[in-house]
């Protein structure tokens, strides 16, 4: 984890605390393989981290000075190793709490590219037949919008082509 001007704990007004000054965001990364069958990019979080031991996508604080979508690629460089290369954004889906909140951007990739932790916040990185994901242990707030997630994955695989690329 590096240190960032968004690091650091927001306390909601249910008791629960979540990550991210300036709120948090996420990459979820998908592809199809060779038969057609849609996965997603995960990350099995390390037992040290908040939530350790589940499933989620690579993610976390924002700074100040970054969007969403800026964070969420930041993120997903520091927490998983190998060439992201180009890929479309295909959907966002953002979980307002007012007074903080988490923007998942759905993200497609040409093929289910080599991927691997890059740090020591990810035990495991993986990628998960889509129809698969609901089963795993997930992290509370990923499952929580998981099936928002998978609804816009849904038919996704039938769609021509990756669109216009807007990150390499």
């Known amino acids: 984890m590096q240190d960032g001007d968004g690091n650091g704990w927001v306390s909601l007004p249910d008791g629960t605390r979540r990550w991210g000054v300036y709120g948090a965001a996420g990459l979820l990364l998908y592809a199809t393989d ?89 035990e495991e990185i993986r990628w998960v037949p889509v129809a698969e994901t609901a089963a795993l242990p997930l992290l509370p707030a990923f499952r929580s919008t998981w099936s928002h997630l998978s609804e816009d994955l849904t038919g996704i695989g039938n769609r021509a082509g990756p669109g216009t690329p807007t990150g390499a």
């Open 34 to 122: 060779m038969t057609g069958t849609g996965h997603v990019l995960l990350q099995y979080r390390a037992g040290w981290t908040h939530m350790g031991g589940t499933w989620g996508i690579p993610g976390g604080a924002r700074n100040r000075d970054e969007t969403p979508l800026e964070a969420a690629v930041r993120e997903f460089r520091e927490e998983v190793e190998g060439d992201l290369g180009e890929f479309t954004v295909i959907g966002a889906y953002e979980h307002d709490l007012t007074v903080w909140r988490y923007d998942t951007f759905l993200a497609r990739t040409s093929a289910l590219l080599p991927f691997r932790p890059g740090n020591s916040e990810s």
